[in-house]
């Protein structure tokens, strides 16, 4: 089962079930659902959907899909691929050791990625900071954890990052990483259940600038050296999400190092079992921070 959070054109939010071409949006007690976390805190999310599923479909066409997100805090998780390790260690010469020591340890890197306004859905834009010039995409499967930090689905993250803020200086991540539209998001949530099995599971990347692709590449998840529950463990640890907690889990492709994305590029991050995450590259100039 598919969830997106969608709008219409009366301004009406609502969380539906995406099947092929329409959402059936769900209607509990008379009224829209409009907050994922509504459904995501219930103890059996599955049952709530058939209970309040509308039984008539919404044209994809008549409505736009928005991030699905509400209050969630969104953070991140690195170095959970080899790739991700040897990247940051050719971008960063004078700290190469600690993203050996980090892939290799038994805590892993996490950090925070974005609260809910810095968070681009499907079709909007994510930006390229002005004050950066080498920057990449990094598509990451993302899991979607309720207040209990149970795992209820997953989704599509892109985890915009300035390679040369944060090879520069380690300390220097949280800007390399998080400013406005710094995080896609998308385009639905796939709960637990309709997932195909992990080691089966793909994570495309393809950036298209001026009609042709520059770049592209697929990782599998059977890559990943680390474990949900292992990454899910630390997150937890001394710390609480009371409108739940989106954790993306890492990068496993990279561009070379000869390769930035630009503005107006277009960024598809595929994963199997959950979609197509489609964003324009934007980035404004200097003067408009002056
Ligand atoms: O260590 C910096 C960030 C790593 C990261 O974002 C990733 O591996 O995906
Ligand atoms: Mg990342």
Same mark, same amino acid.
């Given at each position: ?28 007690? #008379?009224?829209?659902? !409009? ?34 997100? !509400?209050?969630?805090?969104?953070? @991140? @998780? ?25 892939? $290799?340890?038994?805590?892993? +890197?996490?950090?925070?990625? @974005? ?15 002005? !004050? ?30 300035? $390679?040369?803020? +944060?090879? *520069? ?16 998001? #998308? ?22 600038? @001026? ?14 050296? $680390? ?60 003067? *408009?921070?002056?």
């Amino acid at each position: 089962m598919k969830l997106v959070k969608a709008i219409d054109n009366q301004r009406q939010v609502f969380v539906g079930v995406w099947e092929d071409e329409l959402v059936f949006p769900l209607q509990a007690q #008379g009224r829209y659902v !409009d907050s994922l976390s509504e459904v995501l805190e219930q103890s059996d999310p599955v049952t709530f959907i058939k209970k309040w599923r509308s039984t008539s479909g919404i044209d994809l066409g008549l409505i736009t899909i928005l991030a699905p997100i !509400d209050q969630q805090e969104v953070w @991140a @998780a690195g170095v959970t691929y080899k790739r991700s390790q040897s990247a940051r260690m050719e971008e960063s010469e004078s700290a190469a050791d600690c993203y050996d020591r980090v892939y $290799r340890s038994p805590r892993p +890197e996490l950090f925070f990625k @974005a609260s809910p306004h810095r968070v681009s859905g499907p079709n909007e834009p994510l930006r390229i900071r002005y !004050d950066s010039q080498w920057n990449v995409p990094e598509p990451e499967l993302t899991l979607v954890l309720n207040s209990r930090l149970e795992l209820v689905g997953f989704t599509i993250g892109n985890d915009m990052s300035s $390679r040369d803020i +944060e090879g *520069d200086n380690p300390l220097y991540l949280p800007q390399a990483k998080v400013y406005d539209q710094c995080c896609g998001l #998308g385009p639905c949530i796939t709960l637990v259940d309709a997932m195909p099995p992990i080691a089966a599971t793909e994570i495309s990347l393809t950036i298209t600038r @001026a009609g042709k692709s520059v770049f592209s590449d697929t990782i599998g998840l059977d890559q990943m050296a $680390r474990r949900f529950d292992d990454l899910i463990g630390w997150l937890g640890r001394d710390q609480s999400f009371p409108n739940g907690v989106f954790l993306l889990t890492g990068t496993g492709i990279v561009p070379d190092s000869s390769f930035t994305l630009a503005a107006d590029d277009i960024v598809d991050i595929s994963i199997s079992g959950i979609g197509t995450l489609h964003n324009r590259i934007v980035r404004f100039p200097m003067e *408009d921070h002056e």
